[in-house]
């Protein structure tokens, strides 16, 4: 049963921009889920899944210090919807990005994973 549906990624030049998004479809009341922390994380070759941007139930933001200034994350609660917007990418932002929604305490992901959205950024 597929809960979590990533979109948007593609391949880019640097500099270029990218939407990805995210649909969550898990069974959650709208109170529990509106309580939830979302993130999204990166995924290589080789090496572990790391956040790339988190948004609390607040709208609090936490983004991976490499993409600071370039990246924002959003969420749409009502719609079940998570957003990043990507700009200015660069080589080192190619990866799977898969969005995770359940994120607890120091944006560690608990819950399930999607298939992810490749991105891939090159000249």
């Known amino acids: 049963q597929v809960q979590l549906v990533e979109s948007g990624g593609g391949s880019v030049q640097p500099g270029g921009s990218l939407k990805l998004t995210c649909e969550v479809l898990l069974n959650l009341a709208s109170s529990v889920y509106a309580r939830r922390s979302l993130g999204w994380y990166r995924q290589t070759a080789g090496s572990r899944r790391e956040l790339v941007a988190g948004i609390g139930a607040l709208g609090g933001t936490q983004y991976m210090e490499s993409v600071k200034g370039r990246v924002t994350v959003a969420r749409d609660d009502p719609k079940r919807m998570m957003y990043l917007q990507m700009n200015d990418l660069k080589p080192e932002d190619t990866g799977v990005y898969y969005c995770?929604?359940?994120?607890?305490?120091?944006?560690?992901?608990?819950?399930?994973w999607g298939q992810g959205t490749q991105v891939t950024v090159s000249a």
């Open positions: 995770n929604a359940d994120v607890r305490s120091t944006w560690v992901a608990h819950g399930s």
